[in-house]
């Protein structure tokens, strides 16, 4: 945009909103509605500083991660910028604890834990907002029930269950508890629950069964909720650490949280290789995260009435 | 478009007769036989002295009468409701707001999207490492606090100051979390709605008090029972802010920290911190009635 | 949405009847004899030594499955944090391994629960190859017997900070000696400093004092008497130091990494540490590590204290023999000692403090710290009790704030704390 724009824009921009239709801008978004450029300029601003915030603090923990091994990393005033950069803290995680086969081994379990969510959350959703049955409501109260439970105080409970299940010490065993989250059933109830009627009624008329209805007409409106239950699953099986802790005795099975606790030494910590482990946990879901985004965006408009 | 008739109802209700269980089915089996189940013997050893590694005997309520004098006990009853409700409206209101800042597609904006929800993902440890470290007597805050001539402030000494301090850690991370679920109702929010109100003349605050919030109604109330139910069930915040014990001689101890305080590890009393599990249950079961009636009251 | 009262009832019995989830791991053992074939397939667990050590206990493995054909010896290590919670589940859901590392406190309940092997019954012969003092840290009072091998020991000096001493005009190169001077000192340094400058990072443990020389426990081991007037003079003198900012203002909500990150960063002037700490401040805080000074732990009893490692054979284990030939293998004179020259750790067994490793010096600080703790540690004592668990730690945690922040006495608060901690060990059984 022309610098003659931009000064025209401000005393216009200036007045009350109310004269919104009459403005004139270039800059659109990709709906090609307009975005009057002092607005955009304050969205700009916003975002900034919710970026300081939030990503500040690992930025820190970035550069400790990269820094070298004769820098001082305890100075006062702190140093943020490492004085001598180098990646070879990552090269020692890898060589300290085998990163790789615990990354794999949480890739596993929390895939599985996605997938199972994804289906059974989906499912049970869709059973307490759309079907009508008898035992509905139970059904709801057992999942509002089961998301208030502190678990806290039920995990040797647990470990007991799983090993009745002869599931201790198995990936399966890590996965089962959390393979389908209360809090993500009533999160697709409630996406269900938001979707008009009338959608579905047209099938109906068409003789459409439950299944059909489900799987052609609901399932693709409610794509933005699964997206987030997709990665709050991943999210939760990733970060867990002490359940699989207590599930899993055979280092060999070790997720990446246990593992990466390893880097805390029982004789000295080093704290750029913790720097460096943390880094290479959440580098993944960062990914995965700037992956799904759109996804969340994308229902913009889709997520309406069709019929 | 035509309304389902009489006939058509019955057509679909003869199809297939058990579907509904069997779509509910492997969401109930799971939930009954991991968390339900094992929560039931929670409720069992509430009654009983069991620690650890000793099988309890039935005590009767002498939990809950012990519990009415331990002083901890309410200590951890204020903390864990003043948790709610300092930290349920900051998450109603602040991912919402940040939801419309992030949900127009303006250049570069998947970067701030991803980043914002950095620390969503950051496992919660290193999360309270780092604040730590901020808000340490020498930390960056304090610094800064001394070159602006405020002088320092002991967010991690003072017990209230503590509690302030894993509540904005609480928040902060959570931020991200209810912005996504913000996003996926917002994006259900028709567009020519805005555009309506936009037309009429409406400003940005009008616009959002009566198009968007009108809109995003029942997911605020889903984000309120979900993040006060989070709230105060609070451990891991309080418990690396103010360290194991729960600050300055326990007094940022809260509910599920004692929880965990008293009934983990081989000398746990398992019987007594169950008795405390069931009344963080029973309260959050009470708060989870309170916003959902508070919701249908607003609806009629 | 409404919750009809029936679905409340349904949920309600749902609840409440399947009332049979009660369970803990049965005693099925009895037997401590361990005579007979070593052979069989055993689990051996370590507390977060894989990382560091993997090569060394491959191959201490593989040592001992050659020299008893027919063992097999699968090791799995657990990380730092939660080992309790695992030991805990696992002792719960009788799944503990055959041979477990574990620490002094937590031999107690697992001893107290029957799931501990007698090693005074089944190892007696053993007995003779460690040092008394370590033999004896297994030992629980309220059961005869003791319950797990000792394994490696620690101990460690203080460090303080050079130039922290110098700036409060302190001589740096006569450092305390006694609690007193200690006092003193830290007095001064909070004064010169403007209260800028703590001296200590940590309120005082059951261990500081059981090394002030406060009697922490009757001699039968059934109830606590640190409330006595030393004790009480101990507190006294920390509530001094913190009114005077000499006690960090964070130290009733520290825990040993933060209090050691204080001293890192030159927040605080002394802390106690280990040989181990110096590699680490060499590393992590090289500008600390040109001014760190060393002097000795600070005693009123003249014993310094001690950590101790064990290792403890499980009473329900199916190979008793290849068990505890294992535990006594593992803890044996030749291999602790190859394992004290992998770390600054020091071996628990007789005579091996004497060797050549231990007394002679190369001028280096490593060498020196090691041989002056090595040295101390021929009469060192594990001051906190076997007995005293994580409740009762944070009950003398908590009493011992509000003394210091002056809400009680610190007579009441050490009063409090023994009626607390005594109360727990009588529900512990």
């Excluded at chain 2, 003869?14 to 929670?42: D, E, H, K, M, N």
Aim: aromatic share 10%.
């Amino acid at each position: 945009m022309s610098v003659t724009e931009k000064v025209r824009e401000v005393p216009a921009g200036a007045e009350a909103p109310r004269r919104a239709g009459r403005r004139r801008t270039r800059v659109t978004d990709e709906h090609g509605k307009r975005v009057r450029v002092w607005e955009l300029a304050l969205r700009y601003v916003l975002l900034l500083a919710v970026l300081a915030l939030t990503v500040g603090p690992f930025l820190w923990q970035l550069s400790t991660s990269l820094k070298g091994p004769t820098e001082d990393i305890f100075s006062s005033p702190p140093k943020f910028l490492p004085g001598e950069p180098t990646l070879h803290n990552y090269d020692r995680v890898a060589q300290t604890i085998p990163v790789w086969d615990y990354a794999f081994n949480s890739l596993k379990v929390a895939t599985a834990n996605v997938v199972l969510n994804c289906v059974g959350a989906a499912l049970a959703g869709y059973a307490l907002a759309r079907l009508r049955y008898r035992g509905r409501k139970v059904a709801t109260l057992v999942f509002i029930l089961a998301m208030l439970v502190p678990v806290e105080g039920i995990i040797i409970a647990q470990f007991t269950t799983m090993r009745e299940l002869g599931l201790n010490n198995t990936l399966i065993g890590v996965v089962l508890p959390g393979c389908i989250g209360a809090m993500n059933v009533l999160l697709m109830r409630n996406a269900f629950l938001n979707l008009p009627y009338e959608i579905e009624e047209a099938a109906f008329v068409d003789g459409a069964n439950t299944w059909q209805r489900f799987l052609r007409i609901a399932l693709p409106s409610v794509k933005g909720t699964l997206a987030v239950v997709a990665i709050f699953a991943f999210m939760g099986a990733w970060d867990d650490f002490l359940w699989p802790l207590i599930v899993l005795s055979d280092p060999d099975k070790f997720t990446l949280t246990i593992g990466l606790n390893y880097l805390h030494g029982t004789f000295a910590n080093d704290e750029r290789l913790v720097a460096a482990g943390t880094i290479i946990a959440v580098a993944p879901l960062i990914a995965l995260f700037a992956c799904l985004q759109r996804y969340f965006f994308r229902g913009v408009g889709e997520g309406a009435v069709k019929g | 478009m035509a309304s389902p008739s009489s006939t058509t109802a019955a057509r679909v209700r003869r199809q297939l007769p058990t579907s509904p269980w069997l779509f509910a089915a492997p969401g109930l089996l799971v939930v009954g036989i991991f968390i339900l189940y094992p929560f039931v013997s929670t409720v069992v050893n509430a009654f009983t002295d069991r620690r650890t590694l000793i099988p309890g005997e039935f005590v009767g309520l002498a939990n809950f009468r012990e519990l009415l004098h331990d002083e901890m006990f309410w200590i951890g009853l204020r903390n864990s409701t003043l948790y709610v409700l300092g930290v349920v409206p900051a998450l109603v209101l602040l991912p919402l707001l940040l939801a419309l800042l992030v949900q127009r597609n303006i250049p570069g904006i998947a970067f701030f999207r991803s980043a914002f929800y950095t620390p969503v993902v950051a496992s919660i440890v290193v999360v309270g490492l780092i604040w730590v470290w901020l808000l340490d007597e020498r930390g960056l805050v304090n610094s800064l606090l001394e070159t602006v001539g405020v002088g320092r402030i002991g967010f991690l000494s003072d017990q209230w100051l503590l509690l302030l301090s894993a509540m904005t850690v609480t928040v902060w991370k959570g931020l991200g979390y209810y912005m996504i679920i913000y996003l996926a109702a917002l994006a259900n929010v028709p567009r020519e709605l805005h555009e309506a109100a936009a037309v009429d003349g409406a400003g940005a605050v009008r616009r959002f008090l009566t198009v968007t919030v009108p809109a995003v109604r029942s997911t605020m109330v889903l984000v309120g029972a979900l993040s006060s139910v989070a709230a105060f069930k609070v451990f891991s915040e309080v418990y690396l802010m103010a360290g194991p014990g729960g600050g300055p001689a326990g007094e940022d101890t809260t509910l599920v920290m004692l929880v965990q305080r008293t009934g983990t590890g081989l000398t746990g009393r398992v019987g007594y911190a169950s008795a405390i599990s069931v009344v963080v249950f029973v309260v959050t079961v009470a708060l989870m009635l309170l916003v959902l009636r508070a919701d249908r009251k607003e609806d009629t | 949405m409404r919750m009809p009262r029936r679905a409340l009832a349904a949920a309600v019995v749902a609840l409440v009847l399947p009332l049979s989830a009660c369970g803990s791991g049965g005693d099925d053992s009895g037997s401590t004899d361990a005579s007979g074939k070593v052979e069989g397939d055993i689990t051996f667990q370590t507390w977060n030594l894989r990382a560091n050590f993997k090569p060394y206990f491959e191959g201490l493995v593989a040592d001992f499955e050659k020299k008893y054909p027919g063992t097999n010896v699968k090791w799995v290590d657990q990380p730092a944090e939660g080992y309790a919670d695992k030991i805990s589940a696992d002792a719960a859901g009788g799944t503990l391994p055959d041979v477990v590392n574990v620490s002094p406190d937590l031999v107690a309940p697992l001893a107290k629960a029957g799931l501990a092997l007698d090693l005074d019954k089944a190892a007696a012969k053993y007995k003779e190859e460690y040092l008394p003092g370590a033999w004896a840290s297994h030992e629980i009072p309220g059961t005869e017997g003791t319950y797990a091998f000792p394994w490696y020991l620690n101990t460690g000096p203080l460090f303080y900070n050079k130039s922290l001493f110098k700036e409060a005009g302190l001589d740096a190169s006569k450092p305390p000696k006694t609690y007193d001077e200690l006092f003193d000192n830290a007095l001064e340094l909070a004064d010169k400093s403007d209260g800028k400058v703590a001296t200590l990072a940590n309120v005082p443990t059951i261990e500081d004092f059981g090394r002030y020389g406060v009697e922490l426990m009757n001699k039968e081991g059934t109830a606590f008497a640190f409330n006595d007037a030393k004790g009480v003079q101990l507190l006294s003198k920390y509530k001094e130091l913190y009114d005077a900012k000499a006690l960090d203002s964070q130290a009733l909500t520290a825990t040993p990494e933060s209090s050691g990150k204080k001293f890192l960063t030159g927040a605080v002037a002394m802390n106690p540490g280990s040989a181990l700490d110096l590699g680490n401040f060499k590393k992590q805080a090289p500008n600390l590590y040109k001014n760190i000074g060393i002097t000795d732990q600070i005693t009123s009893t003249g014993k310094v204290n001690m950590y101790v490692m064990g290792v403890m054979v499980n009473a329900q284990t199916k190979q008793k023999p290849a068990a505890v030939a294992f535990a006594h293998f593992v803890t044996d004179a030749q291999n602790q000692m190859s394992f004290a020259k992998k770390v600054a750790i020091f071996p628990s067994t007789a005579g091996s403090l004497d060797d050549p490793y231990f007394t002679e010096e190369d001028g280096t600080d490593e060498t020196r710290v090691r041989i002056a703790a090595a040295k101390s540690l021929k009469n060192a004592v594990n001051y906190t009790p076997v007995l005293f668990s994580e409740q009762m730690k944070t009950e003398l945690r908590n009493s011992v704030a509000k003394a210091l922040q002056g809400k009680v006495s610190p007579k009441e608060a050490l009063d409090n704390a023994v009626k607390a901690c005594d109360r727990l060990l009588q529900q512990q059984g």
